[in-house]
């Protein structure tokens, strides 16, 4: 299957066979995400793949969320798949991007920096490269006929003390992988003229 492919079958699946992914296949999914680019090249990252039954049914647990109005939302579909990989990053260890006299600065220092008091503000480039990473991830899975869905409805704080992730490390995604029960329909996209223009904004 080649890139397109994949990005054009490439689904968020919520329900999942038991079936255990293979460890060959497994390698090269975290091959993808090892090999997806970062600012400087830092690969400010750890990624936890999470496949104890007990171990995944307490990170299920923590993957709940409210709605404004105050609904629960469970996930625990969750738990149908073999295998949750929760994302962690070094925020120390990415670059980060401000502003200070009318010039855009790139610091290595990460967020306790200096250049954190930069007046135009500060960003931390961490979710951008945890980001890369997860979509070599989920199109990777893809070619390999597995599904995938990003979670960023968690408790953080819960997942950390679970999987005994530093006080320092953030942990703010995850992703499970597995072969799914059915492949949905695509759901739709804005058409190309729509989120599409030439030169300068319009």
Known sequence: MDV?????????????????????????L????????????????????????????????????????????????????PIIIVVCGFGKEALGRCYKDGEVIITHSGIDGKIAQAPMGFESCLMWDLSIA????????????????WIGGLNEPLLKTILEIPDDVRAPLAVVVGYPVSWPDPRPRKSIDQIICYDKFR
């Open 134 to 149: 997860l979509d070599h991830l989920t199109l990777a899975a893809t070619a390999e006929g597995l599904g995938t869905c």
């Open 4 to 28: 397109m492919e994949a990005i054009k079958k490439r689904r968020s699946i919520r329900h999942y066979k038991p079936d255990e992914i293979p460890e060959d296949v497994l390698e090269r």
């Open 30 to 81: 975290l091959n993808a995400m090892r090999l997806s680019p970062s600012g400087g090249n830092r690969q400010p990252w750890k990624f936890i793949v999470v496949r104890d039954k007990a171990t995944k049914s307490k990170v299920t647990a923590v993957c709940s969320w409210k709605t404004e109005g105050g609904n629960l939302i469970s996930q625990n579909w969750i738990d149908e798949a």
